[in-house]
């Protein structure tokens, strides 16, 4: 999330049964946390020490791989910014560089390119993002440059568009609840040329949507993030700021975060709140080595995105930076009600491999993910490969976006290896 929210900003700023650890008994440990029950929400306190014992923890086998660094264009991507599966296995991905969207088969063969450059019908602009399949395999794709929804079917039909009014809110997260129903995370922001907030907010507003684009609910308020805001109409960054973190649980519920404390409240689809989870957490302090890392990346990224040495210069006056760094990165609910986390990684500990392939928008967060099985219990650590980004889960896999050595993007799918 805080690398999702990031993204959404950032390019706005340039547009304009609990798994416990294999089959009944894998965990070598037994669990040393506390249960406490205050009001029917269990607290759950976490150790340090995993559950997990040496060889328990789970481990990711590839399944599939799209894409290539050169050769045939369908297969060829430029950003990717989602990626979605329909229930016949469909895999569906947004490409905002191409500003497209590609069709593939279950097995990975090409089927089809949606879309082109423009803002007509069958057009996107240069930010779109994510991909979402929803009911009756509709895709839903988000249009942010445009201010518009566009939806499709998985043929590649064009379903037409529901308008993005920003004057109620800049969606800068998108996901889909278990019936279906869209979901947008709305934050305030007085973007130039659009309509100033009427009131400027300091919370979040999570609704839920119907493919109309009429909200239908409002699901809660959060309190919001300060990375990225105006001032007299110059965007200001403050990076490592809190950010609200969510996750869609698949029974109607919701898992709710602030990453400057590793602490999850979970809630039914009532609104209730049923449990607590936390672990002792110490985010390490945000050094002189760590900003220049940052703000030199910024810059490359700035001058590749076509902004001049001026507005660079500008852009880099409104750059500040919180004293520590988040407590983690995103999480995201997994199979069998599972919550992955994605730790926090110094910039100054990266290799110097890791340094000159660092994307802000890609890869702050560290490989390693803490996993909680379906009570909150901390079982230990899954190691993303190098270079990968997980976006979400389908059936009991992980899939996201790699990148290669030459910093070309992948389509990669991996199972999840030692689940019950």
């Known amino acids: 999330m805080f690398r999702q929210s990031f993204a959404t900003a950032f390019a706005a700023a340039l547009v304009f049964s609990a798994c416990s650890g294999g ?31 040496a060889g328990d923890a789970w481990t990711l086998e590839e ?11 369908a297969y060829q991507f430029g950003q990717i910014t989602g990626i979605g599966f329909t229930s016949d296995g469909r895999v569906i991905v947004s490409d905002t560089q191409g500003q497209h969207v590609k069709i ?40 942010m440059q445009n201010q518009r929804v566009a939806l499709l079917t998985p043929d590649g039909e064009d379903l037409g568009s529901f308008r993005l009014g920003f004057e109620s809110g800049i969606p800068i997260r998108w996901d889909l609840q278990h019936d279906g129903a869209l979901i947008s995370q709305l934050r305030q922001l007085n973007l130039p040329n659009t309509p100033a907030a009427t009131e400027p907010d300091t919370l ?17 308020r959060v309190p919001a993030g300060k990375t ?8 200001e960054f403050n990076f490592f700021s809190p950010e ?30 049923t449990r607590i989870v936390q672990i002792p957490s ?19 990224l ?25 407590a983690f990165a995103q999480a995201l609910v997994g199979p069998g009600g599972t919550l992955w986390v994605q730790r926090i990684r110094a910039l100054s500990g990266m290799s110097a491999e890791e340094k000159e392939s660092f994307n802000p928008l890609q890869n702050i967060g560290s490989a390693e993910w803490d996993i909680f099985d379906a009570e909150g219990r901390y079982l230990g650590i899954v190691e993303m490969p190098f270079h990968f980004q997980p976006l979400g889960f389908h059936d009991n896999s992980v899939f996201g976006v790699w990148r290669d050595d030459l910093d070309v993007q992948y389509v990669r799918v991996m199972r999840i290896l030692g689940m019950s």
């Open 23 to 53: 089959d009944g008994g894998t965990t070598a440990t037994e669990w040393a946390g506390t249960v406490t029950d205050s009001a029917g929400i269990q607290l759950v306190q976490n150790p340090l020490t995993p559950m997990w014992g």
């Open 63 to 73: 399944t599939l791989l799209i894409g290539t660094p050169e050769g045939e264009a």
């Open 104 to 143: 593939f088969a279950a097995d990975g063969t090409w089927e089809r390119t949606f879309g082109e450059a423009g803002s007509g019908p069958g057009q996107f602009g240069a930010q779109i993002g994510p991909v979402l399949v929803g009911r009756g395999d509709t895709v839903i794709v988000p249009d």
């Open 204 to 220: 979040d507003t999570i609704v839920g949507r119907g493919y109309d684009g009429e909200v239908t609910d409002t699901l809660i």
């Open 228 to 235: 990225f805001s105006f001032a007299g109409g110059a965007p």
């Open 244 to 273: 609200p973190i969510w996750s869609l649980t698949g029974d109607g519920g919701i898992v709710l975060g602030t990453n400057d404390v590793y602490r999850f409240t979970f809630k039914a689809a009532d609104g209730s709140v």
């Open 282 to 300: 110490e985010p390490a302090t945000v050094t002189e080595e760590d900003k220049e890392i940052f703000v030199s990346t910024l810059e490359s």
């Open 302 to 326: 700035w001058g590749e995105a076509g902004v001049p040495p001026q507005g660079i210069e500008q852009l880099k006056s409104g750059i500040s930076f919180e004293e520590r760094f988040p």
